[in-house]
Structure formats: C-alpha cells, structure tokens
C-alpha cells in the first residue's frame, strides 16, 4: 500500500469517527429532557389538559300539590368536607341543569317554608339524569298569619254612639244593668229605672226590639242578660224617624253576640218588707204616730231562645198594704173658730198576671211578636176621718 493509499484511508476512518460521536451526543441530549420536555409544538402542555366533567339535571315539585317550584337552590357539595363545588336556582318550570367534575357528592335541595333534602350522587362521564325530586313543607310552616287588634272602646258613626263592651268594661258574672252602669250618660237608679243624660224618657232596645217585646218588665230583662253575652251598646241621641222618637230623649240598643243568649233560661223572684207612713193624731197636742204596713211580691220567668224563634212566659203575684193621711186647717174669721180635719185611710191590694208570647226571626229586617198579657187585681180600702173645731 502506498503512502497516498493510506492517506486516503485516514480521512474517511476520521469522517466516520465524527459522525458517530454526533449521532450518541444528540441522542444523549433527546434522553435527558424526558417524555414531557421535547418540542412544545409537537405536544400540548400538561397545563392545558381539561379534566372531564359530568352533567346533572332534573326537576324539583311540592310534594303535596305536585306544582313546579322556582327558585329552589340546588346545591353541589364535596362528599368528603360538604365543601361547596357548585349550585344553581329552579327555572319557572322547576328544572335546574349542573355541571361538576367526575367524582362523589352530596346534592343539597332548599328552599324557605321546606324541609332541606340530600342526595348522594356519583359524577360520571355520562348525564345524569335525577328526575323528580320531591320537597316537603316544614313541621314548622304556619297555614297562616292573622292578625288581630282591639277594637277602641268607644265608637262615634253617623248617627250613634257604640261602646264595645269586653272583659274591663264589668266584671265577671255581671248582667245588662251593669253594663249599662258603664257606659257614658246612661244611668241606672236602684229600682232598675234607665235614664240617658238625665232623662227617664228612653227606649231601651235588644238586637233592635223593644224590650217589651222581650215578655217582662225592663228591670227583669235588663237582669236577665249577662254581660258576657252583650257585644256593644248604641247609644242613639238623635233617633231617626224609622225609631218613632216623638218625645223620646234617646234610644239604648243593646246588641248580642251573634250565639248570645240561646237556649232555656228562667229566674225566680221572691221579696218582702214593710213600708212607713205617718199618721196624725190631731188633738191638743198634735201628736203625730208611725203606721207600718207589709208589701210582699212574687215572679217568674221562663224563656227559650232559638236561631229563628223565641218564646217566653212569666207571671207575678203581689200584695201590698197602704195607707194615706190629709191633713186640713180651715180658719173662720167671723167668728174666730178654727176647724182641723185628718183624713186617715188603709187598704190593701192583691194583684196578680202573666204574660205568654213570642218572636219569629223572619229575616235580618222583619220580626212577627205574638204576645197575650192577663192582669187582676183588687182592693179593699177603708178611710177614718176626723175633724176638730178651736175657738180662739
């Protein structure tokens, strides 16, 4: 082999050699960046690699009238923590639509008035389809709120006065009369006797009747009436033609609650005593006596009051005695004389009635009264006279 032969051979052994040594450097270099760090244009970074997620949807109702509700929150929590992932609202329709990552989660429903309800889920790949989902009222929910206030005591319309009678007005187990007592320019004397600003001459009216109708005397009605019965009393000053007020100071209209008074009800009456009269004994000295005499009385009564009718019956019995003195002094001129006169008289009397009847409720407006009254009495009077002649 010649010099030039061995040249030549050098160089191509020394090309190879170079050729190689580059292959295993970038081949080295390629293996110490890893999978992930190659060219960023060929592949996408780890950075931009979305997680798949799952889709929810269903539709909330009452469970007790089956309607839509809107506005229910429907939220998504961690099942591990109860952390909150996600939530959303109803639409009109009740339906709600959400989206989470794959995984396991409590599903929380709510809404003010319900009762809070949970649901365990699993997020998958697929849609998840809930369906319905039934809400509950709450123990707790009110059906309603009302709202009440008293009413003021004293009223003042068009043409009347109203007192609304309650628990501070009388007191319990009191009657009509007690009321009565209670309300403003009404008065009631010991006998029972009603008076408005000062006059005795006043109609006194139940639920818009004459008391008379009622089958007794005003006393035995006005005593007969609890007061936990009465609604109001209207006091009428001025009274409308439709009351025939010719004459009349004024008008009472004593107004039951609505099941006021119903039913069978009756009292008995029994009373005694004496009464005082002076008699004068006329003589020289002019002495003047107290007579005694007894008065007794007895009555009954018995009602019965039903939504369109009433009946009613009473009866009394009384005695009394009595007895009267006149006194009289006649002076003569002409002959100077003086004549005294006493008058004495004494009797007594025995009466004794009833009365039956009733009402029928036609309408609001319009009440048919029957009534058949029956009264006797007697007497048995006897009188002294007495006369006493001075001259002077």
């Known amino acids: 082999m010649n010099k030039s032969t061995k040249s030549i051979l050098t160089i191509i052994l020394s090309i190879f050699i170079l050729s190689l040594s580059s292959t295993e450097l970038t081949f080295a270099q390629q293996k110490s960046k890893g999978p992930n760090q190659g060219d960023v244009s060929s592949k996408p970074s780890g950075t931009n690699i979305s997680k798949p997620k799952g889709k929810l949807f269903g539709k909330v109702i009452d469970a007790s009238s089956n309607e ?55 997020v998958s790949k697929k849609d998840i389809d809930l369906g319905i989902i039934n809400l509950n009222l709450g123990a707790e929910t009110l059906q309603g ?25 009388v007191s319990s187990g009191g009657s009509a009369t007690d009321v009565l007592e209670n309300v403003p320019s009404v008065s009631v004397d010991q006998d029972g006797n009603v008076s408005l600003r000062g006059s005795g001459n006043v109609t006194v009216l139940v639920d818009g009747r004459p008391s008379e109708l009622l089958g007794s005397d005003l006393q035995t009605v006005l005593e007969q009436i609890p007061s936990a019965t009465i609604a109001s009393v209207e006091v009428i000053t001025n009274p409308s033609a439709k009351y025939n007020p010719e004459g009349m100071s004024g008008i009472i209209n004593i107004v039951l609650k609505e099941k006021g008074n119903k039913g069978f009800n009756g009292s008995v009456s029994a009373s005694t005593g004496v009464g005082i009269n002076d008699e004068i004994k006329t003589n020289e000295k002019m002495n003047t006596d107290k007579s005694l005499f007894p008065q007794s009385s007895v009555s009954a009564q018995l009602n019965y009051s039903a939504k369109k009718y009433a009946i009613f019956f009473n009866g009394d019995i009384r005695y009394f005695e009595s007895s009267s003195n006149g006194f009289n002094e006649k002076t003569m001129l002409s002959n100077n004389q003086t004549l005294l006169q006493n008058r004495y008289t004494d009797g007594d009397r025995l009466g004794r009635g009833f009365k039956i009847g009733g009402d029928w409720y036609i309408n609001d407006k319009n009440t048919l009264s029957l009534s058949y009254n029956l009264r006797k009495g007697g007497n048995s009077p006897k009188g002294i006279s007495k006369e006493y002649l001075f001259a002077s």
């Open 68 to 122: 839509a509700m809107q506005y229910v929150n429907v939220v998504i929590l961690r099942a591990k923590d109860s952390s909150l992932v996600n939530g959303t609202i109803t639409d009109e329709k009740g339906n709600f639509v959400l989206q989470s990552d794959l995984g396991n989660y409590l599903l929380r429903f709510s809404f003010i008035g319900y009762k809070e309800m949970y649901k365990p889920i699993k």
């Open 145 to 169: 709120v009302e709202i009440t206030a008293e009413r003021s005591m004293m009223e003042y319309q068009l043409d009347k006065r109203v007192v609304n009678v309650d628990k501070n007005l």
